[in-house]
């Protein structure tokens, strides 16, 4: 199996910064497509942003220009630098994972992804 593990989640005030990472125990994590979803209470799980296994980057439009994902190969990890947090990132956020033959998509449903860490909370507050 592959074990997802966040960590970073926070309190902050808003305009604030936060550092999500997700650890993977898989050793091919050179194959998994790996996504950042958020949650927020009563609402749809919902794509966040999400990096491909070379490096192609997507992010939803809610968060465009204030967080950034990456990943590190070596170290088996994928970071969320969240920056200019707002009230309305409050949620937690989930790290996910798909082995995929392709290089470059990122697929941006939930039911595309079959491992699933089990979330972290970031909360904005006004």
């Known amino acids: 199996q592959e074990y997802l593990v966040e960590s970073g989640g926070g309190t902050v005030q808003a305009g604030d910064s936060l550092r999500l990472t997700c650890v993977v125990s898989?050793?091919?994590?050179?194959?998994?497509?790996m996504v950042w979803f958020r949650q927020a209470p009563g609402k749809a799980r919902e794509f966040v942003a999400g990096?491909?296994?070379?490096?192609?980057?997507r992010s939803a439009d809610s968060v465009k220009g204030r967080f950034t994902v990456s990943r590190d190969n070596a170290e088996n990890t994928v970071y969320l630098q969240m920056t200019d947090l707002k009230p309305d990132d409050t949620a937690v956020y989930y790290c996910?994972?798909?082995?995929?033959?392709?290089?470059?998509?990122?697929?941006?449903?939930?039911?595309?992804?079959?491992?699933w860490g089990q979330g972290t909370q970031v909360t904005v507050s006004s």
């Open positions: 996910a994972a798909q082995p995929s033959l392709s290089l470059t998509v990122i697929m941006l449903e939930t039911k595309e992804y079959t491992y």
């Open positions: 898989r050793r091919t994590f050179e194959n998994l497509v």
């Open positions: 990096i491909s296994r070379t490096g192609n980057t």
